[in-house]
C-alpha cells in the first residue's frame, strides 16, 4: 500500500511552546489529508480536514488558532500546536487520501506521541 | 449521536479459532465507504479491508473478511484463524462525503485479546 511519513514520532516540550508535526505521502499525490488526536485507550477523533491550497476544515470544539495546519504542496501538511500546554499532551495521527478509480483510501501516518511538560 | 457503533470494549479468542467484531453504522449518504483498522500497541494505524456501500458483495482480504449487511447497517469484521499478533485494537471506520468533502468517522474500538 502507499506510504505516509510522519514525523517527529515523539516529541516532548516546554509549556508555551510552539510543535510542527509533519505528515508526508510519499509515493502518492494527496490533495486531502486529515488530522487526528487520539487520547489514551480511546478513538481517533477528527480534528480537521486538510486540502491542498485552501484553509483547513476544523471540526467542532477545535480551536483554530491553537492548532494551526498548512497543507502547501500535494504531499505535505503541517500541524503546528501552538503555545502548548499539558493538556494538549496526545497521540496525534495524521492520513492522506489517495483517490483511485475504482475506490478511495486513507492511508496513516505512524502518529506523534506528544508530551507537554 | 453515534454514527459509528463498536459494541464490544474487549473480545477474547482462542488461537486459530475465528472471531468477530461488531461494526454497526448511521448515515443518509448513499455513497459511502467503510473499514477495518488495526491499531497494535505501537500506536500506528494498519488498514485492513474495505467494502464500498454499491459493492454488493462482501470484502475478503486474506484472513480478514467483512460482512456487510446494507439493510442493516452493519459490516462485522471477521478474522479467520486468529493468530497471536492478532492481538490489538480494531477501529471500524465509515467515510462519507464526496471528493472535496470526504469525512472518515471512527468508532471507539475493540481490543482484541488472542489466547494461546
Known amino acids: 500500500g502507499a506510504v505516509v511519513s510522519q514525523h517527529p514520532s515523539r516529541v516532548i516540550c516546554k509549556s508555551g511552546t510552539s510543535v510542527k508535526i509533519e505528515c508526508r505521502s510519499l509515493?502518492?499525490?494527496?490533495?486531502?489529508m486529515f488530522w487526528y488526536r487520539q487520547f489514551p485507550k480511546q478513538s481517533l477523533m477528527l480534528m480537521a480536514t486538510s486540502n491542498e491550497g485552501s484553509k483547513a476544515t476544523y471540526e467542532q470544539g477545535v480551536e483554530k488558532d491553537k492548532f494551526l495546519i498548512n497543507h502547501a504542496s500535494l504531499t505535505l501538511s503541517t500541524l503546528t500546536v501552538t503555545s502548548a500546554h499539558p493538556e494538549d499532551s496526545s497521540f496525534y495521527i495524521c492520513s492522506a487520501l489517495q483517490v483511485r478509480l475504482m475506490n478511495t483510501e486513507a492511508f496513516f501516518g505512524q502518529g506523534t506521541r506528544l508530551t507537554v511538560v | 449521536a453515534q454514527k459509528i457503533t463498536q459494541t464490544q470494549p474487549g473480545m477474547f479468542v482462542q488461537e486459530k479459532e475465528a472471531v468477530t467484531l461488531d461494526c454497526t453504522y448511521d448515515t443518509s449518504d448513499q455513497s459511502y465507504g467503510l473499514f477495518w483498522y488495526k491499531q497494535p500497541s505501537s500506536g500506528e494505524m494498519i488498514f485492513l479491508i474495505y467494502q464500498g456501500s454499491y459493492d454488493e458483495q462482501n470484502a475478503t482480504e486474506g484472513r480478514y473478511s467483512l460482512n456487510f449487511q446494507k439493510a442493516r447497517k452493519s459490516a462485522n469484521l471477521v478474522i479467520s484463524a486468529s493468530q497471536l499478533g492478532d492481538s490489538a485494537m480494531y477501529f471500524c471506520?465509515?467515510?462519507?462525503?464526496?471528493?472535496?468533502?470526504?469525512?472518515?468517522?471512527f468508532g471507539a474500538g475493540t481490543r482484541l485479546f488472542v489466547k494461546a
Open positions: 471506520a465509515m467515510r462519507e462525503g464526496e471528493t472535496g468533502g470526504f469525512k472518515t468517522i
Open positions: 509515493d502518492f499525490q494527496a490533495t486531502t
